[in-house]
């Protein structure tokens, strides 16, 4: 609510605001503007804790659903399209959490061979959807090969993903500690990074840069965004507004819940 | 709990990940603003960095989130009947 406060008399950002009452509640309770992230999460625990006794048929239907989405054939309201397309990854990886160790386990197997196909396949569909765009095709068979096409190419990124961090985090040590403490805070970085490009946009709009500045530019601004954030959620932990970040409880069990919350993430 | 136990590779991934989607938003929302200023070409490197990266980005987000709730989905018992799960329930089906 807050978010869309800002957004409603705040600087200028190109982002979906919700324009009345109902699109307000899309925005939410449905992943309408680019909070939805925020709609997702416990959209996927509640769909994923529902069906754990059906792993295999709910992952069939996690990607049926993707599928249809991305094929143009319902209509879908705002970030619809990506909630329903990000279910199948969350699903497989919280239903088969001993495949994805297995993936970091063996990171050196295959690794160049993943790389290089994701590569070319993440170029491919780059150019594929930018001929898609550039010549208005809107085919729902197209639409959905280019889904089901999507969908593997995740799966080849999460792949790639899993193998080059896990290889990598012991070994870069620096690099792993700023990503790693990035990665412990992704929840302010989330909600508070628009804000604050909507600031920016205020403060650069009108300056001239130079060629190289230009091409530099968006490298130094995402360091700096990030860095705003993590020190804009410092202040407010600071002044004692740590409940803007934490979930809704009916009981008084916070304490409990975040000692075990990250269990799951140790080496027994 | 010892910090030194938890998995390293989860976090720095989720921290690149959310490092992707903010660069995506700043040369998608910000960068655009800047347009006057920037040529065609510079903006459609950056524009084409973070699309490249795209397969990466969400996908990897979503999957470290779906792997740490293991410890949920085997130990935590069934969805309804446990109050610490009711803002999370009434929330989602209200949006439903």
């Not at chain 1, 279910?87 to 160790?101: E, G, K, R």
């Not at chain 1, 295959?110 to 150019?127: G, N, P």
């Amino acid at each position: 609510m807050i978010h869309f406060l800002f957004f409603q008399f705040g600087p200028p950002l190109h982002t979906i605001l919700p324009s009345g009452w109902f699109e307000f509640n899309l925005g939410i309770f449905w992943g309408y503007t680019s909070l939805w992230y925020l709609y997702a999460l416990p959209v996927y625990f509640i769909v994923c804790k529902l069906a754990v006794q059906y792993r295999c048929s709910a992952l069939l239907g996690a990607c049926l659903l993707a599928v249809i989405g991305d094929s143009g054939i319902f209509p879908m309201i705002g970030n619809s399209a990506s909630l329903v397309h990000n279910l199948f990854f969350y699903m497989f990886a919280a239903y088969f959490p001993s495949l994805v160790q297995g993936v970091a386990n063996q990171a050196r197997k295959r690794l160049i061979l993943a790389i290089i196909s994701f590569v070319v396949a993440s170029a491919l569909m780059s150019l594929a959807t930018y001929f898609k765009l550039s010549t208005d095709t809107n085919s729902t068979a197209i639409n959905s090969a280019m889904g089901i096409l999507d969908l593997a190419l995740g799966f080849l990124g999460i792949g790639v993903g899993i193998k080059v961090f896990n290889l990598l985090a012991p070994k870069i040590r620096g690099i792993s500690f700023i990503f790693g403490y990035i990665g412990r805070n992704t929840l302010p970085i989330y909600v508070l990074h628009l804000p604050l490009l909507s600031l920016i946009n205020l403060l650069f709009a009108e300056t001239s840069m130079s060629l190289w500045v230009s091409l530099l530019y968006p490298f130094a601004a995402l360091i700096g965004v990030i860095l705003l954030c993590l020190v804009l959620y410092q202040i407010l932990l600071f002044l004692k507004l740590s409940f803007l970040f934490q979930k809704p409880v009916l009981t008084n069990q916070r304490k409990r819940e975040d000692n075990t919350a990250v269990k799951k993430w140790m080496v027994s | 709990m010892n910090q030194e136990e938890r998995l390293l590779w989860p976090d720095v991934a989720k921290g690149f990940a959310i490092t992707l989607v903010v660069l995506s938003h700043l040369t998608s929302k910000h960068y655009p603003m800047l347009l006057v200023q920037v040529p065609d070409y510079v903006f459609l490197l950056w524009l084409g960095v973070s699309d490249f990266l795209a397969p990466i980005r969400m996908p990897l987000f979503f999957a470290i989130s779906g792997f740490s709730l293991l410890d949920h989905l085997q130990n935590h018992g069934p969805l309804f009947g446990q109050r610490k799960y009711y803002p999370c329930t009434i929330y989602t089906s209200y949006g439903i």
